[in-house]
C-alpha cells in the first residue's frame, strides 16, 4: 500500500523534472514563446475557469492586466478541493499547479463537455512564469500559495475564512528570460475574451487594464451565444444584414452537439468562422463541410420549391449561397481529431454527418415557417449567381485573349532563372522607379520584380468579374500564376515568396492593405500557407562622414545619432523607396542575410476579416493604424 503513495521528496523531484522540460521547450506546450505564446499563458488559465462555467459553477471571470505586466484571473467557481493528493502526497492546489498533465491539450483530444478538466496548462504556466500567486476560497475557507518558476516558494497554507467568497484567483508574472516579449496587448486579449464570452453564453468576462495611461475597463456578457456573435459580426460595418433575425441551429448525436447561427448581409464577402470545443478552427475541418454542403443543398431544394429555378437549370453554386453569409459553427465533442500542422482542422467525420445533418433539417424548416426571409436569401443568391455567371464570361473573354494563361507572363516583369518555387520569390514593388532599382540590384537567379502601375482595386468592394477585368491586378495573376477564386490552384504558384515593397507612407499602406485584401479574398491559400511578406524598408539614414546607418523606427533613429556623437551626424527620413539607390535598396530590404521581412499570417482570422471589412469597406482614414495593427497577424521574421 505504501508504495502507492509516493514519498514527498520523490514527488518534489519528479515534478521538478516535469517543469524542467516545459522550460526547457516551451514551444512544445505553448506553440512559441513570441507575443502569441505570451497570450495564450492567459488564455490556458482562463480555460480553467471557463470549465468551471460549463460545470454550471461560475458565472463571472475577472481578468486583470497589473502596471507590472503581471496579469490575474479570478473566478466565483468552488475553489479547488483543498484536501490532499494521497497518491502524490501533495496539496491538489499544488498538483494542479505543479504536476504536468500528461495528454493534455497539446496532446490532442482529451475534452470533457462538462468540466473535469481542470488545471490543465496550469501547471505549464506556472512552470513560464517568474512568479504565481493563488487564492483558493473553496467551502468558506482561504488558502494560499506562492510559486516561483514552477517552484514552491512559499508553501500551501491555510489563511483562515474566506469571508463568504469562493473561486479560484491566480496572478502570474510571464518569466521574461523565457518570452521575447513580456508586454500584453489588451485588445488581443479581449478578441479572443469577447469570442470564449459569446462561445459560452450567459458567462460574464470582465477585463480591466490597470496599466499607467491605458486605464480601461470592458464587461462582456452575452446571453445569446454564437446568435449575439453573429449580431456583433454584423454590427462591425461589415455590411447590413438583409434579414431581421438570426437564424439558429442546433443538434446533438452521441453526446456531441452542434450549433451554427447564421445571418446574410448585403455585402458580397463570406465570413464562417468555426469552433471545436472553444478553440477556433481556422483551417475548418469536416464540421465546416457539413454545414456548406447542407447549405447548398437545402438553400437549392427551397429555391426549386418556389419556383425560383427550374428542375433542369444548373443551380446555385456553394460562392452563390455564401455571398454575404455570416456564420458561427461551433462543435463540442469529447474525442475531437485535428488534422494539419496548426491543429486546426477538425477531422472526425461523424461531425460533417452532425451539421449536416442538423442544418438540413433545420433550415428547411425555418425556410419553410418564414417564407419572406426565404425570398429575400434566394433573390441574393441567385444575384450572386448571375455576377457570378458574369465573372465567368468575363474569365472566358480574358482567357481567349490569353492574358490570364499561364503560359503568358506580363511584360514588367524581371523573371528570375530558378524553377523550383521553394526558392524563388517575387517582389511585388510600389512604382517605376523603386522597380528600377530593385531590378538592378536584385539578384536574378531567385528574385523576380513586378513593379505595380496605377492603383489597385478595391476587391473588398468588387464583385468577381470586375477582379478579372482590372488591369492592375491582371500582371499579379499573371506572374503568380495560380489563379484566383474557384480556379486557385497553389500547385501552380511560380514563387515560394511573395513579397509586397511599398513605401512607408500613407499611399504604401494603402497598397499594401489593398494587396492583402486581395489576396485574403481571392487567394487565401497564399496566406495560409505562409507565401505572403511585407517587405520592411528603412524610415531613416543616419551618417556621419563614412559611417552610416539605417533605422527602422524612430527610436532607433536616435540611438544611431547618439552612437555616432551628436556633432556633424545627418539623419535623412526616406520619402521613398525611389530615394534609395540600387545598392541601399539591396542592403536595408532585399538581401536575404540582412533584411527583415514580416509574414503575414491568418492566425488570428477574426480580427483578419473585421479588419479587411471594417477598412476597406467604408472607411477611408484609419489605414496607417491597421498597419500597426497588422502586428497582431503579421510576424516578425528574421530571413
Ligand atoms: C483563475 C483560474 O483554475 N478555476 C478552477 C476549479 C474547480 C475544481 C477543480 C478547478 C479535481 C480533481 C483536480 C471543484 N469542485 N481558475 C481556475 N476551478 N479545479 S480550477 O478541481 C480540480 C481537480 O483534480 C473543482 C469539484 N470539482 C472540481
Known amino acids: 500500500m505504501s508504495n502507492e503513495v509516493k514519498n514527498y521528496d520523490d514527488s518534489q523531484i519528479q515534478v521538478l523534472e516535469g517543469l524542467e522540460a516545459v522550460r526547457k521547450r516551451p514551444g512544445m506546450y505553448i506553440g512559441t514563446t513570441s507575443l502569441r505564446g505570451l497570450h495564450h499563458l492567459v488564455y490556458e488559465i482562463v480555460d480553467n475557469s471557463i470549465d468551471e462555467a460549463l460545470a454550471g459553477e461560475c458565472n463571472c471571470i475577472t481578468v486583470t492586466i497589473w502596471p507590472d505586466n503581471s496579469v490575474s484571473v479570478q473566478d466565483d467557481g468552488r475553489g479547488i478541493p483543498s484536501g490532499m493528493n494521497e497518491k502524490l502526497g501533495l496539496p491538489t492546489l499544488e498538483v494542479v499547479y505543479t504536476v504536468l498533465h500528461a495528454g493534455g491539450k497539446f496532446g490532442g483530444g482529451g475534452y470533457k463537455i462538462a468540466g473535469g478538466l481542470h488545471g490543465v496548462g496550469a501547471s505549464v ?17 482561504r488558502y494560499t500559495e506562492r510559486f516561483e ?162 428542375g433542369d437549370d444548373k443551380g446555385l453554386s456553394g460562392d452563390d449561397v455564401r455571398e454575404g453569409l455570416v456564420a458561427i459553427i461551433s462543435v463540442k465533442l469529447t474525442d475531437a481529431q485535428f488534422e494539419s500542422q496548426t491543429k486546426a482542422k477538425l477531422g472526425n467525420s461523424e461531425m460533417r454527418r452532425l451539421t449536416d445533418k442538423i442544418v438540413s433539417e433545420k433550415l428547411e424548416e425555418f425556410l419553410e415557417e418564414n417564407p419572406a426571409v426565404g425570398k429575400i436569401i434566394i433573390e441574393k443568391a441567385m444575384a450572386a449567381n448571375r455576377a457570378r455567371e458574369a465573372a465567368r464570361k468575363a474569365r472566358e473573354l480574358t482567357r481567349r485573349k490569353n492574358v490570364l494563361e499561364v503560359s503568358t507572363l506580363p511584360g514588367k516583369l524581371a523573371d528570375c532563372n530558378e524553377r523550383d518555387a521553394r526558392l524563388t520569390e517575387v517582389y511585388l514593388v510600389e512604382g517605376d522607379s523603386a522597380g528600377g532599382s530593385a531590378k538592378n540590384c536584385r539578384d536574378s537567379r531567385f528574385q523576380a520584380i513586378l513593379p505595380l502601375r496605377g492603383k489597385v482595386l478595391n476587391v473588398e468592394k468588387a464583385r468577381l468579374d470586375k477582379v478579372y477585368a482590372n488591369t492592375s491586378l491582371i500582371p499579379i495573376i499573371q506572374a503568380l500564376g495560380c489563379g484566383i477564386g474557384e480556379d486557385f490552384n497553389i500547385e501552380k504558384l511560380r514563387y515560394g515568396k511573395i513579397i509586397i515593397m511599398a513605401d512607408a507612407d500613407v499611399d504604401g499602406s494603402h497598397i499594401r492593405v489593398l494587396l492583402l485584401t486581395f489576396f485574403f479574398r481571392h487567394m487565401r491559400g497564399l496566406i495560409e500557407n505562409g507565401n505572403i511578406f511585407l517587405a520592411q524598408p528603412p524610415l531613416y539614414k543616419v551618417h556621419k562622414g563614412k559611417q552610416l546607418r539605417y533605422a527602422f523606427s524612430e527610436e532607433e533613429k536616435d540611438m544611431y545619432v547618439e552612437e555616432l556623437g551628436t556633432k556633424g551626424v545627418e539623419s535623412e527620413r526616406y520619402k521613398g523607396l525611389g530615394e534609395m539607390d540600387p545598392e541601399q535598396l539591396w542592403e536595408t530590404t532585399m538581401n536575404p542575410e540582412t533584411r527583415t521581412l514580416l509574414k503575414v499570417t491568418v492566425e488570428d482570422a477574426i480580427a483578419c476579416d473585421e479588419i479587411f471589412s471594417v477598412l476597406m469597406g467604408d472607411m477611408v482614414e484609419p489605414r496607417r493604424e491597421f498597419i500597426e495593427k497588422n502586428a497582431k497577424f503579421v510576424e516578425n521574421l528574421d530571413i
Open 149 to 310: 518558476k514552477g517552484a514552491v516558494a512559499r508553501p500551501f497554507k491555510h489563511e483562515g475564512s474566506s469571508d463568504g467568497k469562493h473561486g479560484l484567483y491566480v496572478r502570474f508574472k510571464p518569466d521574461g528570460t523565457i518570452f521575447e516579449e513580456t508586454v500584453f496587448d489588451f485588445d488581443i486579449l479581449l478578441t479572443r475574451m469577447r469570442e470564449q464570452s459569446f462561445l459560452n453564453a450567459g458567462v460574464k468576462i470582465i477585463m480591466i487594464d490597470k496599466r499607467e495611461g491605458m486605464e480601461r475597463e470592458e464587461v462582456l456578457h452575452y446571453e445569446g451565444g454564437i446568435v449575439s456573435f453573429v449580431e456583433y459580426l454584423n454590427n462591425e460595418k461589415r455590411g447590413t444584414p438583409i434579414h431581421p433575425q438570426v437564424i439558429y441551429m442546433k443538434g446533438e448525436e452521441n453526446g456531441s452537439i452542434a450549433e451554427v447561427a447564421m445571418q446574410y448581409n448585403d455585402s458580397y464577402n463570406e465570413t464562417i468562422i468555426s469552433f471545436a470545443n472553444n478553440m477556433a478552427t481556422i483551417e475548418g475541418g469536416t464540421h465546416e463541410t457539413g454545414f456548406k454542403n447542407a447549405l447548398t443543398k437545402a438553400i437549392n431544394e427551397y429555391a426549386k420549391k418556389i419556383g425560383a429555378i427550374k
Open 125 to 141: 504556466v506556472n512552470a513560464l512564469s517568474e512568479w504565481v500567486e493563488v487564492e483558493n476560497c473553496r467551502d468558506g475557507e
